[in-house]
RNA sequence: GCCGGAGUGGCGGAAUGGCAGACGCGAUCGACUCAAAAUCGAUUGUCCGAAAGGACGUGUGGGUUCGAGUCCCACCUCCGGUACCA
């Protein structure tokens, strides 16, 4: 018979939790006290006691509705939020969107409505929905990145990028989209394919708008050693992506017509092995060096074809090698030796010089291209215990175990002390030096779109590209009537605007019809949140250096190398301006997993998309925030599965009875009296002490790179023991374990489901949980008195025997050895070893 | 190819070198109910055994250790990133 609920308080039919009506009633208090509001030095309310922490989740792209991947990232930085601000800290968590982009104005094209429109109902219900799932964040900083009063300062800072050298304007060879019709930066190219709508891009030589990162790659790489803790994966991405390498260049010279062509290799100790050179198609000197020559059609003819080809074709890596070879040659600066030219699409303009030596013993490529043009294939690395190389490919190796060989002065070094030596020659005589090469290019910023901020230049037929005075900012985005791209930026065809006056002359003059691309608003809005009404400046420095770098993001994966490089580049050149004080933005970085459905990705297509929205009307947008807590560790994916959403509803329902059905509160006042618990004994202890337990376990795996689901499980633990123990409970000292019991567990909840944290600790204790300080647990309710320890025999476990946690290890194997049960394994021998591991086991060896 | 990450019950996942499988889902049984749902309780790695108990068990093969899911070596599979980068 269960007689523990059995009272006449069923009579009146137990109340259910009723999420929504909770969460309303939570909701209002916090937007009516303005909760989270959180002010600067200087602001009223500001209070220098605590230190203070900046927690920011990467700011949505406000397209349509959010979705799963919104409520988890908001989930976790809101739980990391509530957690700091328990702990003594002001915490600003802001919000904000990242509202120009291509999606409204693809929409615009399709349906004719301004990209402001359908971009403001976007927003609109971004901020319904987050509202809606309680996450506690200062409204009163809340931008948009298409707003004027933001891109002015967009503006703003481009031109002082612009005024520092680090923005330009230059003619090259770019990645051009058909289906969008614009040009995209190296970033945002994935396979060959524009990363937006997947259509693959082409090359075009194009005069376009870049900003000078490269100047940076060392500083972006050095600095990963400011940083407190990243996903060591995505520093790797970073640095993969900036690619540095160490090696020389080497000049090549053509003695007809005379060109120089110097050369980049990592492999300068194989220069021996040099036989042949062959030029990207785009080399610029290359038509200078055909001139005259008997196959300059040909050549012509396949630098055409090599330019019409998609980027994806020509970067497939499984193709047979072309090229042409030229009536040239150039000469090796290190032996003097003549070898031929060719032009081949293997080789890419925009790595290096455009040119190479080709070393076809040591090179898989330069080997196939030589298989297939006949070449001469010369060994100068050969192992050092004289083995043979096997013969139907390069020799490649990055070990230290060979020499070089068949190379002059060089044979018999190392590849390092080759390297050495050659670099020292090559520049003794000018013909070479030590070089370092990126990968990283320039970031390409203009885009021949609309819905973007317009670049504060004006082009003037005298005095060339001018930007636009501070005081005439912004530069507003016209109306127009037509958003089609067509070639070029759809701005071009508002004439009204396009055409004014130069800033310089006064002269006629045309504005800059391209827009930035996005990824430049997103690289410095963590700074206007700081300072997000000022007038005067995007931000006040004072400000911005007191609240920066932002303690914790938190954002997807996916954003490891394009927003998280630029906005570190952004950082360092606003350092560089005197703008800020920082040099990396973001000390510590999270980032979430991605959560799929049926094991795949969701997509409309599949039919699979979880619409958060409607979780939340049926569950509660406690439930919905505390199940993707609760699917695994946040870092990694999860599949959403609709039974694990019902259990967590459970334990919520579970947690919410246990507030609701507790005895009245004269029974079980004083139960957060330390010496009251201390002297307690039996269930009443056991609860009390697992109450402890909880907190001990939840503060633990919060700390520890916020293991959230394990944080979750053991809030439910304490909920199931309280149920368990509940019926055993039925003195005054039981009402207080479980009122206890009951306030612990909703005040560890609170970080993943606000709302019922809030409500049980109302119902149990009174006021606020959000005000109360996160609980530390007693550490005399955590000792136990008497432990459990494990006995193995030989490593298998054996027997469990009971011993007083104080116990010291003579006493202990006194009680092991007491044991009956391990006589029959001890079979009479005694142990040759006995191993007691203090609380954990014994371990006794025999032979 | 290169660089990361991960392989544990029917499923999601727990385990500072020390009781493998916490917690949740699912499943089975029981209580309540006319019945069902909800709720509460119990059981639930595999194999042998009536039971007590025993053997096996964390992708594979080896190693270190009193003791290995955890550390080392070699390999396999999956996922993510990246790739004619000279």
Same mark, same amino acid.
């Given at each position: 018979?269960?007689?523990?609920?059995?009272?006449?308080?069923?009579?009146?039919?137990?109340?259910?939790? #009723?999420?929504?009506?909770?969460?309303?009633?939570?909701?209002?208090?916090?937007?009516?006290?303005?909760?989270?509001?959180?002010?600067?030095?200087?602001?009223?309310?500001?209070?220098?006691?605590?230190?203070?922490?900046? $927690?920011?989740?990467?700011?949505?792209?406000?397209?349509?509705?959010?979705?799963?991947?919104?409520?988890? @990232?908001?989930?976790?930085?809101?739980?990391?939020?509530?957690?700091?601000?328990?702990?003594?800290?002001?915490?600003?968590?802001?919000?904000?969107?990242?509202?120009?982009?291509?999606?409204? !104005?693809?929409?615009?094209?399709?349906?004719?409505?301004?990209?402001?429109?359908?971009?403001?109902?976007?927003?609109?219900?971004?901020?319904?929905?987050?509202?809606?799932?309680?996450?506690?964040?200062?409204?009163?900083? +809340?931008?948009?990145?298409?707003?004027?009063?933001?891109?002015?300062?967009?503006?703003?800072?481009?031109?002082?990028?612009?005024?520092?050298?680090?923005?330009?304007?230059?003619?090259?060879?770019?990645?051009?989209?058909?289906?969008?019709?614009?040009?995209?930066?190296?970033?945002?190219?994935?396979?060959?394919?524009?990363?937006?709508?997947?259509?693959?891009?082409?090359?075009?030589?194009?005069?376009?708008?870049?900003?000078?990162?490269?100047?940076?790659?060392?500083?972006?790489?050095?600095?990963?050693?400011?940083? /407190?803790?990243?996903?060591?994966?995505?520093?790797?991405?970073?640095?993969?992506?900036?690619?540095?390498?160490?090696?020389?260049?080497?000049?090549?010279?053509?003695?007809?017509?005379?060109?120089?062509?110097?050369? &980049?290799?990592?492999?300068?100790?194989?220069?021996?092995?040099?036989?042949?050179?062959?030029?990207?198609?785009?080399?610029?000197?290359?038509?200078?060096?055909?001139?005259?020559?008997?196959?300059?059609?040909?050549?012509? +003819?396949?630098?055409?074809?090599?330019?019409?080809?998609?980027?994806?074709?020509?970067?497939? !890596?499984?193709?047979?090698?072309?090229?042409?070879?030229?009536?040239?040659?150039?000469?090796?600066?290190?032996?003097?030796?003549?070898?031929?030219?060719?032009?081949?699409?293997?080789?890419?303009?925009?790595?290096?010089?455009?040119?190479?030596?080709? $070393?076809?013993?040591?090179?898989?490529?330069?080997?196939?291209?030589?298989?297939?043009? *006949?070449?001469?294939?010369?060994?100068?690395?050969?192992?050092?215990?004289?083995?043979?190389?096997?013969?139907?490919?390069?020799?490649?190796?990055?070990?230290?175990?060979?020499?070089?060989?068949?190379?002059?002065?060089?044979?018999?070094?190392?590849?390092?002390?080759?390297?050495?030596?050659?670099?020292?020659?090559?520049?003794?005589?000018?013909?070479?030096?030590?070089?370092?090469?990126?990968?990283?290019?320039?970031?390409?910023?203009?885009?021949?779109?609309?819905?973007?901020?317009?670049?504060?230049?004006?082009?003037?037929?005298?005095?060339?590209? @001018?930007?636009?005075?501070?005081?005439?900012?912004?530069?507003?985005?016209? *109306?127009?009537?037509?958003?089609?791209?067509?070639?070029?930026?759809?701005?071009?065809?508002?004439?009204?605007?396009?055409?004014?006056?130069?800033?310089?002359?006064?002269?006629?003059?045309?504005?800059?019809?391209?827009?930035? *691309?996005? &990824?430049?608003?997103?690289?410095?809005?963590?700074?206007?949140?700081?300072?997000?009404?000022?007038?005067?400046?995007?931000?006040?420095?004072?400000?911005?250096?007191?609240?920066?770098?932002?303690?914790?993001?938190?954002?997807?994966?996916?954003?490891?190398?394009?927003?998280?490089?630029?906005?570190?580049?952004?950082?360092?050149?606003?350092?560089?301006?005197?703008?800020?004080?920082?040099?990396?933005?973001?000390?510590?970085?999270?980032?979430?997993?991605?959560?799929?459905?049926?094991?795949?990705?969701?997509?409309?297509?599949?039919?699979?998309?979880?619409?958060?929205?409607?979780?939340?009307?049926?569950?509660?947008?406690?439930?919905?925030?505390?199940?993707?807590? &609760?699917?695994?560790?946040?870092?990694?994916?999860?599949?959403?599965?609709?039974?694990?959403?019902?259990?967590?509803?459970?334990?919520?329902?579970?947690?919410?009875?246990?507030?609701?059905?507790?005895?009245?509160?004269?029974?079980?006042?004083?139960?957060?009296?330390?010496?009251?618990?201390?002297?307690?004994?039996?269930?009443?202890? /056991?609860?009390?002490?697992?109450?402890?337990?909880?907190?001990?376990?939840?503060?633990?795996? &919060?700390?520890?790179?916020?293991?959230?689901?394990?944080?979750?499980?053991?809030?439910?633990?304490?909920?199931?023991?309280?149920?368990?123990?509940?019926?055993?409970?039925?003195?005054? #000292?039981?009402?207080?374990?479980?009122?206890?019991?009951?306030?612990?567990?909703?005040?560890?909840?609170?970080?993943?489901?606000?709302?019922?944290?809030?409500? @049980?600790?109302?119902?149990?204790?009174?006021?606020?949980?959000?005000?109360?300080?996160?609980?530390?647990?007693?550490? +005399?309710?955590?000792?136990?008195?008497?432990?459990?320890?494990?006995?193995?025999?030989?490593?298998?476990?054996?027997?469990?025997?009971?011993?007083?946690?104080?116990?010291?290890?003579?006493?202990?194997?006194?009680?092991?050895?007491?044991?009956?049960?391990?006589?029959?394994?001890?079979?009479?021998?005694?142990?040759?070893?006995?191993?007691? $591991?203090?609380?954990?086991?014994?371990?006794?060896?025999?032979?």
């Amino acid at each position: 018979m269960n007689a523990a609920t059995g009272d006449d308080r069923e009579q009146e039919r137990p109340a259910r939790y #009723d999420a929504r009506a909770i969460e309303a009633k939570w909701q209002a208090v916090w937007a009516a006290e303005k909760t989270w509001e959180v002010a600067s030095p200087g602001e009223p309310g500001f209070d220098p006691e605590k230190p203070k922490a900046y $927690v920011l989740v990467m700011l949505p792209y406000p397209s349509g509705e959010p979705h799963v991947g919104h409520l988890k @990232v908001y989930s976790v930085g809101d739980a990391i939020a509530h957690y700091r601000r328990r702990n003594g800290y002001r915490v600003l968590q802001p919000m904000g969107y990242d509202s120009f982009g291509l999606p409204a !104005e693809n929409h615009a094209i399709r349906t004719g409505e301004h990209p402001r429109i359908s971009t403001e109902r976007s927003i609109a219900s971004f901020r319904r929905q987050f509202l809606d799932w309680g996450v506690s964040i200062d409204w009163s900083r +809340e931008l948009s990145t298409s707003a004027p009063d933001y891109y002015r300062w967009t503006q703003w800072i481009f031109l002082r990028l612009f005024e520092a050298g680090l923005a330009y304007r230059t003619e090259a060879a770019v990645q051009w989209c058909p289906k969008d019709q614009t040009v995209l930066a190296n970033e945002q190219v994935i396979d060959g394919r524009c990363e937006r709508c997947g259509t693959e891009v082409v090359p075009k030589k194009l005069e376009q708008w870049y900003f000078r990162i490269t100047d940076y790659a060392d500083r972006l790489l050095a600095d990963f050693d400011r940083l /407190e803790s990243w996903p060591e994966h995505v520093v790797t991405m970073q640095r993969n992506w900036i690619g540095r390498s160490e090696g020389a260049e080497a000049v090549f010279r053509c003695e007809e017509p005379g060109i120089d062509f110097p050369v &980049f290799t990592t492999r300068p100790d194989t220069l021996y092995g040099a036989t042949f050179f062959v030029l990207a198609p785009e080399h610029p000197e290359l038509d200078r060096l055909i001139e005259g020559t008997g196959n300059a059609d040909e050549v012509r +003819e396949y630098v055409a074809a090599a330019l019409r080809q998609t980027t994806g074709e020509r970067g497939d !890596e499984d193709r047979e090698k072309t090229g042409v070879r030229l009536e040239r040659t150039v000469v090796n600066p290190v032996n003097g030796e003549s070898i031929p030219m060719f032009v081949a699409d293997y080789v890419l303009m925009e790595y290096g010089t455009g040119a190479i030596m080709a $070393v076809p013993a040591h090179d898989q490529r330069d080997f196939e291209f030589a298989r297939k043009f *006949d070449l001469p294939i010369r060994q100068v690395v050969a192992p050092a215990d004289g083995s043979e190389v096997p013969a139907g490919e390069a020799f490649v190796t990055q070990s230290e175990d060979v020499r070089i060989v068949n190379s002059g002065d060089l044979d018999g070094l190392t590849p390092a002390g080759a390297k050495r030596k050659i670099i020292d020659e090559l520049e003794a005589e000018g013909r070479g030096r030590l070089a370092v090469n990126y990968r990283l290019r320039d970031w390409l910023l203009s885009r021949q779109r609309y819905w973007g901020c317009p670049i504060p230049i004006v082009h003037c037929p005298e005095c060339g590209s @001018v930007p636009v005075p501070d005081d005439q900012l912004p530069v507003e985005l016209p *109306d127009i009537e037509d958003y089609r791209p067509k070639g070029k930026s759809p701005l071009a065809t508002a004439s009204d605007w396009v055409e004014t006056t130069c800033p310089r002359c006064d002269g006629p003059g045309r504005r800059e019809t391209d827009t930035m *691309d996005t &990824f430049v608003d997103s690289s410095w809005y963590f700074l206007r949140y700081l300072d997000p009404r000022n007038t005067a400046l995007p931000f006040d420095r004072r400000i911005a250096d007191h609240w920066m770098p932002v303690d914790q993001y938190i954002g997807g994966v996916e954003h490891a190398i394009l927003h998280l490089l630029y906005a570190r580049f952004f950082t360092k050149a606003l350092a560089d301006a005197g703008l800020i004080g920082v040099q990396e933005p973001f000390a510590n970085l999270f980032t979430q997993g991605m959560i799929t459905r049926d094991g795949a990705k969701m997509s409309k297509s599949k039919g699979n998309v979880v619409d958060p929205a409607e979780y939340v009307s049926r569950y509660g947008a406690d439930t919905a925030r505390t199940y993707v807590c &609760f699917m695994g560790p946040p870092d990694r994916g999860g599949d959403w599965v609709d039974e694990g959403v019902d259990g967590v509803q459970r334990f919520l329902s579970r947690l919410w009875r246990l507030a609701a059905e507790l005895p009245s509160d004269a029974d079980r006042a004083g139960a957060f009296d330390r010496d009251w618990q201390r002297g307690t004994s039996g269930p009443v202890r /056991e609860l009390l002490a697992k109450s402890h337990w909880a907190i001990d376990k939840a503060t633990r795996d &919060f700390e520890r790179d916020f293991q959230f689901n394990t944080v979750i499980a053991a809030v439910m633990e304490l909920v199931n023991d309280a149920y368990r123990l509940r019926g055993e409970l039925g003195t005054d #000292d039981g009402a207080r374990a479980l009122a206890f019991a009951a306030a612990t567990a909703g005040s560890l909840i609170f970080p993943f489901a606000p709302h019922l944290g809030s409500e @049980v600790w109302e119902m149990v204790e009174g006021g606020r949980v959000w005000e109360v300080p996160w609980p530390a647990a007693d550490e +005399e309710l955590l000792a136990k008195d008497v432990i459990t320890l494990v006995v193995q025999v030989n490593g298998k476990l054996r027997d469990r025997i009971e011993v007083p946690a104080d116990a010291d290890e003579a006493r202990i194997l006194e009680l092991v050895h007491a044991s009956e049960r391990l006589d029959a394994y001890l079979d009479g021998r005694e142990p040759v070893k006995e191993i007691v $591991v203090p609380g954990r086991l014994v371990n006794l060896v025999v032979r």
